[in-house]
């Protein structure tokens, strides 16, 4: 596995009981991932030699963080297989190369436009409309890279933010809520599919999500479909976590994906038979997948920054489940663990489920 934050520290553990080690390659000395896992190599993204090496180790290779150099992946695709394709990694890195992809699917997002200049933003503003949203086309997450324009007033301000750089102006979404769904997808076409979730942000982070979302039936089939369409469009192999918007309308526009586990995806592994971790173990391995029915409605809360004593209140609570990721420095917004609490579905709901699957 390349990289070796919270999300490869899960990955590990889910691995361990199929009978796989996790050997994680990094750049980082110490990592959430390297507390777990059997096998560490540190080296730089473009050390050929380190990664030739590693290559030889492992017998298929997969990512947990989408900012790794794409030339990285392909050039390891000589020694194996490499689960998801960079192809699809290089798309997911892009807003507007992503944008593109998901509407030549045929699924809907808020109107864009691409930017590279000064000029190029006025334009594209004043076609759009305001308010509107300037973002980084490349490596922005949790809200960063990133500036919402209310005015012409803000254009400037917006622009500076953003790093005069290559940027994409998205349309204001007037949404009711924000949702999620994953999907697993193994080389042989296999599909898992995830309820859909409800997502609460907190300065542009993921603060809470509830499973399933309180969304009517017809909506939540329909964000399934979109999950669905999207990983046979992207030949999927592994899991990709597509985030939706909920319009006042019930339109459900595509915001953004990510071929790797997800935040919003923590929950599964108290609430469901196969967590998110697991599933993607399968996939990439070529497992059968397991099933992703959940016996539990869940809400997840996320421990973030400087945490203080409340991961010892969440222990204090027998309920709750604390999963904590083995960051030795917290700093505003940073995730630092994530408490899970359930609601056992009675037997009638479960049998509700299993015959509506």
């Not at 059997?38 to 030739?52: G, I, M, N, P, R």
């Not at 971790?277 to 920054?305: I, T, W, Y």
Request: net charge negative; with cysteine.
């Amino acid at each position: 596995m390349l990289g070796a934050g919270q999300l490869g520290r899960m990955t590990a553990m889910a691995a361990a009981p199929l009978g796989y080690e996790l050997h994680v390659f990094t750049p980082k000395a110490e990592s959430p991932t390297a507390q777990v896992c059997s096998k560490v190599t540190v080296a730089d993204w473009d050390d050929k030699e380190a990664l030739a090496d590693f290559a030889k180790s492992v017998d298929v290779i997969t990512y947990e963080w989408e900012n790794i150099p794409v030339d990285t992946l392909e050039y390891l695709e000589d020694f194996g297989d490499v689960f998801p394709s960079p192809h699809i990694l290089k798309i997911a890195q892009d807003r507007l190369a992503e944008k593109r992809f998901v509407n030549d699917a045929g699924v809907p997002t808020a109107p864009f436009a691409e930017v590279e200049t000064f000029d190029e933003l006025k334009e594209a503003v004043d076609d759009i409309g305001t308010p509107c949203v300037v973002k980084s086309a490349r490596f922005g997450y949790d809200g960063k890279g990133q500036a919402t324009i209310e005015t012409p007033d803000d254009l400037e301000e917006a622009w500076r933010t953003i790093g005069e750089r290559r940027a994409i102006v998205e349309g204001f979404v007037d949404y009711v809520c924000e949702m999620s769904v994953i999907i697993a997808r193994s080389p042989s076409g296999q599909l898992a599919v995830y309820d859909p979730v409800l997502n609460h942000h907190v300065d542009h982070v993921l603060d809470t999500t509830e499973a399933p979302s309180p969304a009517d039936a017809a909506v939540c089939e329909r964000a399934v479909d979109i999950a669905r369409t999207l990983g046979e469009a992207f030949d999927l192999v592994g899991i990709l976590a597509v985030e939706l918007f909920l319009t006042r309308d019930d339109d459900l526009l595509v915001n953004e994906v990510a071929p790797r586990p997800h935040n919003s995806g923590h929950w599964t592994i108290d609430a469901c038979h196969t967590s998110q971790f697991e599933q993607f173990v399968r996939a990439v391995c070529d497992l059968p997948l397991g099933s992703p029915k959940r016996h539990s409605d869940a809400v997840m809360k996320n421990l973030l920054g400087p945490i203080g004593d409340r991961w010892l209140e969440a222990l204090e609570d027998p309920e709750a489940n604390l999963h904590l990721y083995g960051k030795t420095e917290a700093y505003p917004g940073r995730k630092m663990g994530h408490v899970t609490r359930l609601r056992p579905l009675s037997d009638a709901e479960y049998a509700f489920l299993g015959e509506h699957k």
